[in-house]
Nanobody
Framework: QVQVVESGGGLVQAGGSLTLSCTAS????????MGWYRQAPGKQRELVAT???????NYADSVKGRFTISRDNVKNTQYLQMNSLKPEDTAVYYC??????????WGQGTQVTVSS
């Protein structure tokens, strides 16, 4: 059974930091085409950071210089280090993983709330 599980969300004051983790299991996942997305209340889900098919990293303009995506291929885990958090970063953060067969999976989401 495929599982994609996020953890690490919480409540933090503006300017603070959080690290999100995501572990995928139950299949063989592509090392690329994995990433983080977020959805704020009343808004569409948007890309935060992803590993692209050519191995590069793509960040949303709003998080460049503040967020860092990384991964541990042995553990099949990816991370999102979030620094200098702002109230507008408040959202449910979702992990996305793609199997080598091309099936797309999402985690259940983890809430990040940044207070001003």
């Amino acid at each position: 059974q495929v599982q994609v599980v996020e953890s690490g969300g919480g409540l933090v004051q503006a300017g603070g930091s959080l690290t999100l983790s995501c572990t995928a299991s139950g299949s063989i996942f592509r090392r690329n085409n994995m990433g983080w997305y977020r959805q704020a209340p009343g808004k569409q889900r948007e890309l935060v950071a992803t590993f692209t098919s050519d191995g590069s990293i793509n960040y949303a303009d709003s998080v460049k210089g503040r967020f860092t995506i990384s991964r541990d291929n042995v553990k099949n885990t990816q991370y999102l280090q979030m620094n200098s958090l702002k109230p507008e970063d408040t959202a449910v953060y979702y992990c996305n993983a793609v199997t080598v067969g091309g099936n797309n999976y999402w985690g259940q989401g983890t809430q990040v709330t940044v207070s001003s």
